[in-house]
């Protein structure tokens, strides 16, 4: 069975390693790098976006249905995923899961 990109990765799974960047030997070569992070970072705001949006319709479904506002052992796979960038990754997890609660997570 193969996976889309957008799975999880199979459990125990080896994690691609992030190609390295040669470092720039001209101001140019910066900008050029800048330009590259300031295109991540865009792409990182709409799907950021498009996340808080499937997590909002999500917890929206499961009000509905009567179920919990938060699926805590959810929560706990996800910030399993965001482990392997350390601490930061923990609390980036954190902050998108605050994101997609929205109301629901707030008392």
């Known amino acids: 069975m193969t996976s889309s990109p957008a799975s999880s990765p199979e459990p125990g799974a ?14 140019d070569g ?11 970072d865009a792409e990182l705001v709409r799907l950021i976006q498009r996340r808080s ?3 909002h319709a999500i917890g929206s479904a499961r009000k ?3 179920g919990p506002r938060i699926v805590y052992s959810r929560e706990m796979a996800i910030l399993e995923r965001f482990r392997e960038l350390g601490p ?20």
């Open 14 to 27: 080896v994690p691609v390693p992030v190609p390295e960047v040669p470092v720039p030997e001209t101001q």
């Open 64 to 66: 509905s249905l009567g």
């Open 88 to 107: 930061s990754g923990t609390d980036l997890g954190m902050m998108l899961l605050a994101l997609g609660r929205g109301q629901l997570g707030r008392k």
């Open 53 to 55: 949006a499937l997590s």
């Open 30 to 40: 910066i900008d050029g790098l800048r330009l590259e992070i300031d295109a991540i």
